[in-house]
């Protein structure tokens, strides 16, 4: 309801008579009200004007098109009243308004019902109170529908009277019908609210479903049984892609079957992303993809492995010769005492993760199987372990070959890890320890052989420190692999002993004075007779096999 206010003082030229008010651009007659309330009104749009060519009249809040006429009928003067819906003004605890002394700005303070709906365009994307929704204009009861439709949310009560989430009930049941009736539409994502599910049996995820929660600090699937995976994938479904992403996947109680259990698939895409896996206590596996199993590509990102059982053999595996893990910027740990592996597969990608064995034990962190074609790429990881045990960071099983394609750079071997394990082959061209070279071990020597470790390092300082004769021993590198001995001969013993050259390198003749501060030797790791591997002395001439 608004007054119009042209006509209370009065409109000259139109004393005594009349005002006819219709809705602004038509003909149309409108209600004209006699007072705010609207209990009263003139009999008709057309009204008549005091002696001063006044009236008090309301319509109601629209545009209204005002002709006022003097007493003879004639139009004196036409405009337009009404107060646009733009300037209405609006106070709410909902929306910020600005106070009219310009300060403060907040909530409950003045703005305008312009400014209310602009804020629902800017929000929403689109114009009419619809949504932007995959590039269209949406009337928000089918974006509502077809959200449903992409989330299956276990709580709800669709879902077998929905999960619980409260860690003691048994959800299996809701969580299965959420996956069934994503299954049912073609696929979808199957939600995890806030809370602990715990689940029974093993949950059978076809190829065209994933996982999603809140946050891996929230959202926590945790199996109670003693020998059942978490999840494995429907058999004979292929050219699958699944995402598995923000979710806790934790054991109620020991058990001997990973996570992850992928039997019996072909051409799957599987992606874990900010997930963690394991526990303090139970967690023996997280994925284990035997031969049988086809699985193109298992990508871990941003996901932290805690395996809390002893008794694993490893932390991710496949045997599978057509499957490729990747690690991406991963945090794997391992409980005191663990023996095993901690990472194995034939074809792997692995980039800057951590690998944290626990104390005691005997760990790998990384294993290659020795089959034909085996490849992988470790680059920029670091192996981190300071205390009693035997580590190695990365071990290629059997002897190398020339189908292999191995390369690492970059990665970090903390002074307790033994960096590699391998046995070198002549034919082995295609495998390159990236990190060696840029790796130095110092040692003494000894009145025993001495075994120089230029498999694991790039540089070693030898300390003369005793009269005796050395022998130093070589183990093998990669072919084309450079090594450097540095001998210091600051002990202030005179004479020194003589070092004679062991097993598998070849010099000529490398003299040590006993005066001298430091003798460098270079050497190359090549087949010196076509089939056998030796360091040959890089800066001299070589024994003529």
């Given at each position: 309801?608004?007054?119009?206010?042209?006509?209370?003082?009065?409109v000259?030229?139109?004393e005594n008579?009349t005002?006819?008010i219709?809705l602004?651009?038509?003909a149309?007659?409108?209600t004209?009200?006699?007072?705010?309330?609207g209990?009263?009104?003139?009999?008709s749009?057309?009204?008549?004007?005091?002696a001063?060519?006044?009236a008090?009249?309301?319509?109601?809040?629209?545009?209204?098109t005002?002709a006022?006429?003097d007493?003879?009928?004639?139009?004196?003067?036409?405009f337009v009243s009404?107060?646009?819906?733009g300037?209405?003004?609006?106070k709410s605890?909902?929306?910020?308004?600005t106070?009219y002394?310009?300060?403060p700005?907040?909530?409950?303070?003045?703005?305008?019902?312009?400014?209310?709906?602009?804020?629902w365009?800017?929000s929403a994307?689109?114009d009419?109170f619809e949504?932007l929704f995959?590039?269209?204009?949406?009337?928000?009861?089918?974006?509502?529908?077809r959200?449903s439709?992409m989330?299956y949310?276990?709580?709800s009560?669709?879902?077998?009277?929905g999960?619980t989430?409260?860690?003691a009930?048994?959800?299996?049941a809701?969580?299965?019908?959420?996956?069934?009736?994503?299954?049912?539409?073609?696929g979808?994502?199957v939600y995890?609210p806030?809370g602990?599910?715990?689940?029974?049996?093993?949950l059978?995820v076809p190829?065209?479903?994933?996982?999603?929660?809140v946050?891996p600090?929230v959202?926590l699937i945790?199996?109670d049984?003693?020998?059942?995976?978490h999840?494995?994938?429907?058999?004979?479904?292929?050219n699958?892609?699944q995402?598995f992403?923000?979710?806790?996947?934790?054991?109620?109680?020991s058990n001997s079957?990973?996570?992850?259990?992928?039997?019996?698939?072909?051409s799957?895409?599987f992606?874990a992303?900010?997930?963690v896996f394991?526990?303090?206590?139970?967690?023996k596996?997280?994925?284990?993809?035997?031969?049988?199993?086809?699985?193109s590509?298992?990508r871990?990102s941003?996901?932290?492995?805690?395996?809390?059982?002893?008794s694993g053999?490893h932390v991710?595996t496949s045997?599978s010769?057509?499957?490729?893990?990747w690690l991406?910027?991963?945090?794997l740990?391992?409980p005191n005492?663990?023996?095993?592996?901690?990472?194995?597969?034939?074809?792997l990608?692995?980039v800057g993760?951590r690998?944290?064995?626990?104390?005691?034990?005997?760990?790998?962190c990384?294993v290659?199987?020795?089959?034909?074609?085996?490849?992988?790429?470790?680059?920029?990881n670091?192996?981190?372990?300071?205390s009693?045990?035997?580590?190695?960071?990365?071990e290629?099983e059997?002897t190398?070959?020339?189908?292999m394609?191995?390369?690492?750079?970059?990665?970090v071997?903390h002074?307790?890890?033994?960096?590699y394990a391998?046995t070198?082959?002549?034919?082995a061209?295609?495998?390159?320890l990236?990190?060696?070279?840029e790796m130095y071990?110092?040692?003494s020597d000894?009145t025993t052989?001495l075994?120089?470790?230029?498999?694991?390092?790039g540089v070693v300082?030898?300390?003369?420190t005793?009269?005796a004769?050395?022998?130093?021993?070589?183990?093998?590198?990669?072919p084309?692999?450079?090594?450097?001995?540095v001998?210091?001969n600051n002990?202030?013993?005179?004479p020194?002993?003589?070092?004679t050259?062991?097993?598998?390198?070849q010099?000529?003749s490398?003299?040590v004075?006993?005066d001298?501060?430091?003798?460098?030797?270079r050497?190359v790791?090549?087949?010196?007779?076509g089939?056998?591997l030796?360091?040959?002395?890089?800066?001299?001439?070589?024994?003529?096999?």
């Open positions: 309801m608004h007054l119009i206010e042209a006509l209370v003082p009065g000259a030229g139109c008579g005002a006819v219709t602004r651009g038509t149309t007659s409108t004209v009200y006699t007072d705010f309330e209990t009263g009104s003139y009999a749009n057309t009204i008549t004007l005091d001063r060519g006044g008090v009249a309301y319509v109601d809040n629209v545009l209204v005002v006022c006429k007493s003879s009928g004639n139009t004196v003067r036409t009404g107060v646009g819906a300037n209405i003004e609006v605890d909902s929306f910020t308004g106070a002394s310009g300060a700005t907040a909530t409950s303070q003045p703005t305008t019902l312009k400014a209310v709906l602009d804020k365009d800017n994307g689109a009419d949504v995959e590039g269209a204009s949406t009337p928000l009861s089918s974006f509502a529908s959200l439709g989330l949310n276990v709580k009560t669709a879902y077998a009277t999960a989430g409260d860690g009930t048994d959800d299996t809701a969580i299965n019908a959420a996956i069934s009736a994503a299954s049912a539409a073609g979808g994502t995890f806030k602990t599910y715990r689940i029974t049996t093993t059978n190829g065209t479903v994933s996982f999603a929660g946050s600090k959202s945790k199996m049984a003693a020998s059942a995976a999840v494995t994938f429907t058999s004979g479904t292929t699958r892609s995402v992403r923000d979710l806790r996947f934790e054991n109620a109680q079957k990973p996570i992850f259990l992928p039997y019996s698939v072909s799957t895409h992606l992303q900010n997930c394991g526990d303090s206590s139970y967690t596996y997280v994925w284990d993809d035997p031969a049988s199993a086809v699985v590509t298992a871990f941003f996901c932290r492995f805690d395996i809390g059982s002893t053999g991710v045997d010769t057509s499957a490729q893990i991406d910027h991963c945090w740990t391992t005492s663990f023996s095993g592996e901690m990472v194995r597969c034939p074809r990608t692995v993760t690998f944290e064995p626990g104390q005691g034990g005997a760990q790998s990384i290659i199987p020795n089959v034909a074609n085996a490849y992988a790429a470790i680059t920029g670091e192996f981190n372990y300071d009693s045990g035997t580590i190695t960071g990365i290629i059997g190398l070959s020339s189908t394609r191995i390369t690492e750079s970059g990665n071997f002074s307790s890890v033994t960096p391998y070198p082959a002549w034919d061209t295609r495998v390159v990236g990190t060696r070279p071990y110092r040692t000894n052989p075994t120089i470790p230029a498999d694991q390092y300082v030898l300390r003369r005793g009269g004769v050395q022998t130093l021993n070589f183990n093998n590198a990669t084309g692999s450079e090594f450097t001995l001998i210091y002990s202030g013993v005179t020194l002993g003589a070092i050259w062991g097993n598998n390198v010099v000529d490398v003299t004075p006993d001298a501060k430091v003798t460098v030797v050497f790791c090549a087949s010196h007779d089939s056998t030796v360091w040959l002395q890089a800066n001299g001439t070589n024994f003529t096999p």
